[in-house]
């Protein structure tokens, strides 16, 4: 483990988007003493969304040698900073305060026994007793070490996971901190009185729905989150098809078991939340804080939250990406976006080189300049004749079955309603979606790199096989990630669970 020291020059970070932004009562700030996580060698750095977050992504180029879990910086001034931050603000600012310790570290990593950074934190800490929220989220026995700290914040929750009941499992793949441990840690919290709350986050194999449940309720822990790889990843699962967790699990996506588990502790009755939202389902301590929150919600959603765009006064094409009304940005997510005025095909060619359009048009047929950057809101009056096919298509920067496929026929007064594997909304006015059948592996003798291309079967369906075997050398390997069930899979969106149970005191 290679352990470097710095100075940070901030502590809290302010929250304007994610997890901890997502529920009815959101966080304001994180806090993390440390960049990077020796947690990482374990199970959870098979996983880990944290290690695709900014703070490792630009870590010090001292750091950059090393993979996610090989090296640590210690934020050695953390406690100092957190006291000058906190003096600094009124006592109606720090009211406000709800704070997550940590979303991109483990504060009791090992590395934490003989640093202690966290335990300075938590000392400063101590001498506030009117912030709004502290979360300290952790997976590490070691927090036993300072309960008699937490017990002395009346705002903390102490927030531990617990991804199964399956020792055996867990020791299988890479390990982590014993869960009898952790199990022994919440029953310890509770008995002094601290707020505890278990994340089964995200939510691994277990033994059996009502066990593990029950297991987690004899804990005494007054909250419960149960989240998925699917739900929880930010990406809606395109992080984790990158991850070594898809490699040893290929029923990763699954939600069935997350979704059992919760179902089994609604039905226990206590305050259960599911992923993101569940993680910011921790009711206002404070009444400025719930105006605070209420105020700033107004601000920001002023807009109907029904259909997400007017429809235009005109029999054209128009394509629509995200909600009018919200800050102009550009439209993440793909490496490749595309319209295309669509004329025939050549089954010999991958992709959109199959699909050909006519070459006197401008750009030779696509609707837009090749690799022009496109953003949200934004709205694009597309050609409605001669053609009577135009192909959207999006190049995910995640998975292949992430990629966007639209082909359109002009059909004045209907519309196609669609959605980003990131979020953001499509509509598409004055237009019918066309199905694309699938195409079974080995048809004609064709690899898979092409029967499972989306573009490619598009191309077959409506304009049939000239009988000439691909042309392209590139494309001719087989992949075997690519499939129907695969695609079923990706495209299943992730469950969404209101909270439940009854509200914590």
Known sequence: MQVSEHDAKSILTPQTSGFLMDGEFPFTHSLSPYTGCAFGTTTCGLYCYAAHLPSWTYRNPTMRQYKWGEAVAVKTNAAE???????????????????????????????????????????????????????????????????????????????????????????????????????????????????????????????????????????????????????????????????????????????????????????????????????????????QAHQANAAEQAAMFPMDKGRSVDLEDTDQIVLHFGRPGQPKQRLRGYTYLW??????????????????????????????????????????????????????????????????????????????EDVTYLGVPILIQNARRLPIPWIEDGWNGFPQSFTTCRNWQFGIHYYGYNGQQPAQKDFVRHNPERSLEALARAKTPPIKKPRKGKKPK
Not at 107 to 119: A, F
Not at 124 to 138: A, N, R
Not at 142 to 166: F, G, H, Q, V
Not at 348 to 374: E, I, M, S, T, V
Request: charged content about 20%.
């Open 339 to 416: 319209v295309k005025y669509v004329v025939g095909f050549d089954a010999r060619y991958h992709c959109a080189a199959g699909l050909k359009c006519a070459p006197n048009l401008k750009d030779n047929g696509y609707h837009w300049p090749n690799g022009a950057q496109q953003f949200t809101p934004s709205k694009h009056m597309l050609n409605k004749n001669p053609y009577e096919y135009i192909y959207l298509c999006g190049v995910a920067q995640s998975r292949w079955a992430d990629n966007l496929h639209i082909p359109i026929q002009h059909a004045p007064g209907e519309t196609i």
């Open 81 to 287: 900073l957190l006291a000058l931050e906190l003096k600094k603000l009124t006592p109606s600012r720090r009211q406000l305060l709800r704070i997550f310790m940590s979303s991109s570290t483990d504060p009791y990593q090992p590395l934490e026994k003989e640093h202690q950074i966290t335990r300075k934190l938590l000392r400063v800490f101590t001498q506030y007793k009117d912030l709004d929220l502290l979360v300290i989220q952790t997976r590490s026995p070691l927090a036993e070490r300072d309960l008699a700290l937490m017990a002395n914040i009346p705002y903390l929750w102490l927030s531990i996971t617990i991804e199964t009941d399956d020792q055996a499992s867990l020791t299988a793949l890479k390990g982590g901190p014993p869960i009898a441990k952790r199990l022994a840690l919440a029953k310890k919290a509770v008995a002094l009185g601290i707020n505890v709350q278990i994340t089964v986050s995200p939510c691994m194999p277990y033994s059996g729905a009502h066990d593990f449940t029950q297991t987690l309720l004899d804990t005494g822990a007054q909250r419960f989150i149960v989240d998925t790889f699917k739900s929880g990843d930010g990406d809606k699962g395109g992080r984790t098809s990158r991850s070594g967790y898809a490699r040893v699990d290929p029923d990763w996506e699954s939600e069935d078991n997350g979704s059992a588990l919760y179902e089994q502790l609604v039905s226990a009755d206590v305050d259960v939340g599911w992923s993101a939202e569940g993680f910011s389902g921790i009711p206002f301590r404070n009444e």
